[in-house]
Nanobody, 124 residues
Framework: VQLQASGGGSVQAGASLSLSCSAS??????MGWFRQAPGKEREYVAS????????SYRDSVKGRFTISRDRAKNTAYLQMNSLKPDDTAVYYC????????????????????WGQGTQVTVSS
């Protein structure tokens, strides 16, 4: 499976951005977003399960970010509102071969396909 992420950019704090992740084929498991800031480890952002649309978020983005999915287009989206400088990172989309339990959605190793990343820069 090939994943193509797009939609990053440079914005001021408080602005919004929308990321897209297009898959080359049907994803039957979860599609998720992770991010990696310079000098830091890759961290979980959000994930959504294909079967029922169940989703989860890291605490710091709850209420600001929304993940969604268009199964017909094999695409996942991440709507990011009220962006903060701490959101600055390269954002990666990922896919798992099977639907994940809520408790497993944040585990990086559960995702076997990764996109190339898109830069999001938020200035104060």
């Amino acid at each position: 499976v090939q994943l193509q992420a797009s939609g990053g950019g440079s914005v001021q704090a408080g602005a919004s951005l929308s990321l897209s992740c297009s898959a080359s084929e049907q994803i039957f498991g979860n599609m998720g977003w992770f991010r990696q800031a310079p000098g830091k480890e890759r961290e979980y952002v959000a994930s959504i399960r294909r079967s029922d649309g169940a989703s989860s978020y890291r605490d710091s983005v709850k209420g600001r970010f929304t993940i969604s999915r268009d199964r017909a287009k094999n695409t996942a989206y991440l709507q990011m509102n009220s962006l903060k400088p701490d959101d600055t990172a390269v954002y990666y989309c990922a896919a798992s071969p099977r639907g994940l339990a809520m408790s497993a959605m944040s585990i990086l190793s559960m995702y076997t396909s990764w996109g190339q990343g898109t830069q999001v820069t938020v200035s104060s």
